[in-house]
């Protein structure tokens, strides 16, 4: 199979404070992640998409400054909310592309407070 | 017109009965094909991927891809409980990374 990890998978922080999301391939190589959020009962919304050396794409309406996004390896890509406020409080999700498709992980929920 | 369309439902069958799901897509070079499923609170998990026209089957699932329609469907047989989760459909176009995902059905199979 095609197995992401992520972690922490909970996280509760205070507002101001930056939080880094880990998101790893346990078993393939990962030229490209993709970050997602999605809040209670909606959609996924794609945020970013992370590309191993080089930088982020990032979707309309994101803020790449508050969202850090790096991929240095081909099996870990981070996310890293910084200056977190309680409307970033979501399930942020990663996933990692595998030949045509797309594998997620399971997923951080995160609470700012 | 959004990119790609499924009816949100509930979709609710009984307890063995066949689900089908659809969906439908706006671009015509999309390549690419997925059925994900996703439990309340979990992230999605891939179910099933087409590529060609036709019928692709893996178990109790079975993929359907009609690209001169542009709709690509999902059947579940002798549906049970546990299938209850909302079934979300994505297209890939060829060259591309980014997948674009529906909404989603919600299924419910009642016991």
């Known amino acids: 199979g095609a197995v992401v990890s992520q972690h922490p998978s909970r996280v509760i922080c205070k507002s101001g404070t930056s939080v880094k999301i880990e998101c790893r391939s346990l078993?393939?190589?990962?030229?490209?992640m993709f970050w997602y959020r999605q809040f209670p009962k909606q959609s996924l919304m794609l945020m970013a998409t992370?590309?191993?050396?080089?930088?982020?794409?990032?979707e309309q309406g994101v803020e790449k400054d508050k969202f850090l996004i790096n991929h240095a390896s081909l099996t870990l890509s981070t996310l890293t909310v910084t200056s977190a406020h309680p409307e970033d409080s979501s399930f942020y999700i990663c996933?990692?592309?595998?030949?045509?498709?797309?594998?997620f992980g399971p997923g951080t929920r995160l609470t700012v407070t | 017109q959004k990119e790609v369309e499924q009816n949100s439902g509930p979709l609710s069958v009984p307890e063995g009965a066949i689900a089908s799901l659809n969906c439908t897509y706006s671009?015509?070079?999309?390549?690419?094909f997925f059925w994900y499923r996703q439990y309340s609170g979990k992230s999605p998990e891939l179910i099933m991927s087409?590529?060609?026209?036709g019928d692709k089957e893996d178990g109790r699932f079975t993929a359907q891809l009609n690209k001169a329609s542009q709709y690509v469907s999902l059947l579940i047989r002798d549906s049970q409980p546990s299938d209850s989760a909302t079934y979300l459909c994505?297209?890939?176009?060829?060259?591309?990374?980014?997948?674009?995902f529906g909404t989603g059905t919600r299924l419910k199979v009642l016991a």
């Open positions: 996933s990692a592309r595998r030949s045509v498709e797309q594998y």
């Open positions: 078993d393939f190589q990962a030229t490209t």
């Open positions: 992370s590309n191993e050396g080089s930088k982020a794409t990032y």
């Open positions: 671009d015509r070079v999309s390549q690419s």
């Open positions: 087409i590529y060609s026209n």
């Open positions: 994505a297209v890939n176009r060829s060259g591309t990374y980014k997948y674009i």
